[in-house]
Structures are given as structure tokens and as C-alpha cells.
T-cell receptor
Framework: DAGVTQSPTHLIKTRGQQVTLRCSPK?????VSWYQQALGQGPQFIFQ???????QRGNFPDRFSGHQFPNYSSELNVNALLLGDSALYLC???????????FGQGTRLTVV | AQSVSQHNHHVILSEAASLELGCNYS??????LFWYVQYPGQHLQLLLK??????LVKGIKGFEAEFIKSKFSFNLRKPSVQWSDTAEYFC?????????????FGAGTRLAVHP
């Protein structure tokens, strides 16, 4: 049983560019949440998707957007990248029946 | 604003020493509480969780945590640490507003255990 998988594992982008990160949830999970973990900090909640809609959003600008597909996989898009967007981006999946969140290995984004 | 505070950013212990990591949160309503661990090069893994009932919860690898509602605390403990416990530990709170799964994390505590 595959856990939460994220791609790519590492990414280097230039300021002003756009990036798309991908996440496949754990089998049986229907909810996907995205977190940003800056160096030396805990993960910060970006937003959560359920039934292909954004259900909750943290304190992140509109440059951060997402999508959930019918197979429950999800994408995180960041436009107009800033140096400060450099971080580890974590995807977590859960189900409506069990609030325990399972995390992927993350995508390390470096903006230069 | 909802927040989680972890009191120690770095902890260094010798093997067999006892461990206690502090965690306090600011939210007056009902919460679910978690401790996650991140071993070097690995993903975040759930160590233990509290939803309701007995405030002393036991997790994997001999860890336990105590929920003290009056102090808004959920401290992690282990009587005798091992070298393999070297990792970063995160306390997280799910404020159950709206019934959604949203985790608010502390900044983490980096634990180094020396043999």
C-alpha cells in the first residue's frame, strides 16, 4: 500500500517563474492538505482540498493555488515566485472518517 | 491567533536519559493533539495522538504524552532515550472548528542523543 507520494523531490526555479507540485494521497484517503516548511520552522498550513474544492485556507497569498482531481490527487501551484518561497512543501492526506494525517516526503523548492 | 509553542529548540541527551519536551497551544475550544517525528532524511511520522478520554496517551517506541487541559499543554515524555531517537519532534494541534482537518505545528525540537 503506497503512502503519500510527492513529485518532484527537488526543484530549482528563478524568481518570477511559476511552479507546480504534485501529490498522490494514501490509498483510501479523500482529503489533501498542503503545508510549507521553511528552514528551522514547523510546517505552515497552506490549504486543504476535499471533493475537488478548496475547503480551508491558511494565511497565504493568492499566488498559491491548488487543484484536486477526481482520483483525489492534488497539485499546488505557486505563481510569481519569490526568494521567500524557498521551502519544503509537504502534502498530507487523510480521510473524513479518520483525522490522522499522513505526510509525504515533500518537495524541496529553491528559488534563486 | 491559534498557535503552538515548543519550549526547547535543541535538546542534547545521553542514552538512557529521560526526555520531556514541552508543548503549549493557544485555542480555547476542543482540539485534537499530535506529536510527529521526523527522522533524518525521512518524512513526518505520527508518534502519538490525543482525541479524547484518558489524558495520558501512549505512542510508538515507548513515547507517551500527557494532555493537561487547564494548562493547554501536551508534553511528550520517554523514560529512557536511545541513539535512534535522534530526530526532530513536532507538536501539532487540530482546532476542531468547522470539523476540518487542519494542523497547526510548533517550530519543532531537534533532539540529539549521544551514545
Amino acid at each position: 500500500d503506497a503512502g503519500v507520494t510527492q513529485s518532484p523531490t527537488h526543484l530549482i526555479k528563478t524568481r518570477g517563474q511559476q511552479v507546480t507540485l504534485r501529490c498522490s494521497p494514501k490509498s483510501g484517503h479523500d482529503t489533501v492538505s498542503w503545508y510549507q516548511q521553511a528552514l528551522g520552522q514547523g510546517p505552515q498550513f497552506i490549504f486543504q482540498y476535499y471533493e475537488e474544492e478548496e475547503r480551508q485556507r491558511g494565511n497565504f497569498p493568492d499566488r498559491f493555488s491548488g487543484h484536486q482531481f477526481p482520483n483525489y490527487s492534488s497539485e499546488l501551484n505557486v505563481n510569481a515566485l519569490l526568494l521567500g518561497d524557498s521551502a519544503l512543501y509537504l502534502c498530507a492526506s487523510s480521510s473524513t472518517r479518520n483525522t490522522e494525517a499522513f505526510f509525504g516526503q515533500g518537495t524541496r523548492l529553491t528559488v534563486v | 491567533a491559534q498557535s503552538v509553542s515548543q519550549h526547547n529548540h535543541h535538546v542534547i541527551l545521553s542514552e538512557a536519559a529521560s526526555l520531556e519536551l514541552g508543548c503549549n497551544y493557544s485555542y480555547g475550544g476542543t482540539v485534537n493533539l499530535f506529536w510527529y517525528v521526523q527522522y533524518p532524511g525521512q518524512h513526518l511520522q505520527l508518534l502519538l495522538k490525543y482525541f479524547s478520554g484518558d489524558p495520558l496517551v501512549k505512542g510508538i517506541k515507548g513515547f507517551e504524552a500527557e494532555f493537561i487541559k487547564s494548562k493547554f499543554s501536551f508534553n511528550l515524555r520517554k523514560p529512557s532515550v536511545q541513539w535512534s531517537d535522534t530526530a526532530e519532534y513536532f507538536c501539532a494541534v487540530n482546532p476542531l472548528s468547522g470539523g476540518y482537518n487542519k494542523l497547526i505545528f510548533g517550530a519543532g525540537t531537534r533532539l540529539a542523543v549521544h551514545p
